[in-house]
């Protein structure tokens, strides 16, 4: 076999012969590669008949001309997008969501509740209190610790993590410190930020757990730390054993998880115990109402009011404000596309927040008027099901836009699509409790109760 290297640098020629065998100067002569002609080959000449176990002798040539573009700017030609106005479609729309629920958010607010409110101070005897009807009567429920209170400390201290760990980087890649060049750079910024993000995830959970009249602190400092990293990295470590088991070079090698484990038990949990700690020790929050010692009695609800039907309709809105931008998320992981448009990104997920406050304050609202006060976990389910809207478009983006027939390449696709829908439920739900959470505390501290 021979190779035969001919570069052309602005006209300085060199040279350099490769050869295995034995090598007859005088009668093997390349035309195509000739010190003392260029000859320039643009297209396929006849074929060449290849007899079996003949050799072959093949040329190249490497022609380089200097470039008008500066070294900053030689991605721009791949980075290059020319569908602005898709994305400014996305905007728009989700804007008109926005405003819609921003409108009914109003009206709830300024006139419902401040007529509610003003309304109900008016009333100078208990017997004209007794026979008001809707979120006013629950006041003595509404702040009545949850069941299974201490998983959603949990959840709500994991989601603050990960917001906070998306809005840095958000932040980071709109200020251009990230960038699509560089391979790796995003996950790990969102890695390390996860890590450290944990001083806040412990917090937050400790100060509700607190709330809730809650003593050991430590136990749920532990299961923040612990819990969703572990359910995430148990399907993270099924997937990488079967890129393994295709002896692909995709998989994580042993020095990676190795570190990856470093971080979450040297960095994160000891964070996380420190931000639960400094949290525990802050007074507890205090409630604007008292709690009834004996639970009331939730009346029978119409059936627009079932739990399950308010949560799977609060995720319909958050998920249309992002699905348009989550196609072209999705064509950049999957389809080897580049994804550099941060600041489209970051309205759309200012947009997410929005949305996902302000549907769940609504629903939030209508549930206390039909006097059912068990808020607090629907509050994080009725914006968290946005996530199944997520899994399921990323099912329909699978079966119309991906040519995969592997059994294991579909099952990298849906495993880490389930971890992406898992974080989005997480991220979606502690936005959507914080929103309910102020909205409730504010809305009875305006009402006077003897």
Same mark, same amino acid.
């Given at each position: ?99 819609? *629920? ?89 890695? *390390? ?48 054993? *079967? ?208």
């Amino acid at each position: 076999m021979c190779c035969q290297f001919r570069l052309i640098l602005w006209g300085i020629y060199s040279v350099k012969h490769e050869y295995e065998g034995k090598w007859n100067e005088g009668n093997t002569r390349l035309s195509t590669c000739d010190p003392h002609t260029k000859q320039t080959v643009v297209n396929s000449n006849s074929p060449q008949e290849v007899e079996e176990g003949k050799e072959i002798i093949f040329t190249y040539d490497v022609d380089f001309k200097e470039s008008d573009v500066k070294w900053a700017s030689r991605w721009d030609a791949y980075l290059l997008m020319n569908d602005d106005q898709i994305h400014w479609f996305s905007i728009v729309n989700s804007l008109m969501i926005v405003l819609f *629920l921003s409108g009914m958010v109003a009206m709830i607010m300024l006139r419902t509740l401040y007529r509610d409110i003003s309304k109900y101070n008016e009333l100078e005897t208990q017997e004209e209190a007794q026979e008001e009807t809707g979120w006013k009567l629950v006041h003595g429920d509404v702040f009545r610790p949850p069941q299974n209170s201490d998983l959603l400390c949990v959840y709500v201290g994991t989601g603050v993590q990960f917001f906070g760990m998306i809005l840095v980087t958000m932040i980071f890649a709109v200020l251009g410190f990230l960038s699509p060049s560089n391979r790796g750079g995003l996950m790990t910024a969102l890695l *390390l930020l996860w890590v450290f993000m944990g001083l806040f995830a412990g917090y937050s959970a400790s100060r509700i757990y607190k709330m809730f009249k809650g003593t050991e602190w430590k136990r749920i400092a532990f299961r923040t730390a612990v819990m969703f990293p572990a359910i995430v990295s148990s399907i993270f470590f099924v997937l990488n054993a *079967l890129i393994w088991g295709q002896k692909s070079s995709g998989a994580v090698p042993f020095g990676t998880m190795f570190a990856l484990i470093f971080l979450w038990f040297g960095i994160s949990v000891p964070l996380v115990f420190v931000g639960s700690y400094v949290g525990f020790k802050k007074p507890a929050i205090e409630d604007p109402v008292k709690t009834n010692k004996i639970p009331r009695q939730i009346p029978e609800q119409a059936w627009y009011m079932n739990p399950i039907f308010s949560i799977l309709i609060g995720g319909i809105l958050p998920f249309g404000a992002v699905f348009i931008e989550l196609f072209f998320i999705l064509t950049s992981i999957w389809l080897n596309q580049f994804y550099y448009i941060f600041g489209f990104l970051f309205l759309v997920f200012v947009i997410l927040i929005i949305t996902c406050a302000e549907i769940t304050i609504v629903l939030c609202y209508f549930q206390l008027c039909s006097e059912d006060y068990l808020w607090w976990w629907r509050s994080y389910l009725t914006s968290g099901s946005s996530a199944l809207y997520l899994f399921l478009y990323a099912t329909f983006y699978f079966f119309t836009k991906l040519e995969i027939t592997k059994l294991v390449s579909g099952l990298l696709y849906f495993g880490y699509m389930l971890i992406a829908s898992y974080a989005f439920f997480v991220l979606t739900g502690t936005i959507g409790f914080y929103a309910c959470f102020w909205f409730t505390r504010l809305i009875y501290s305006s009402v006077k109760i003897d």
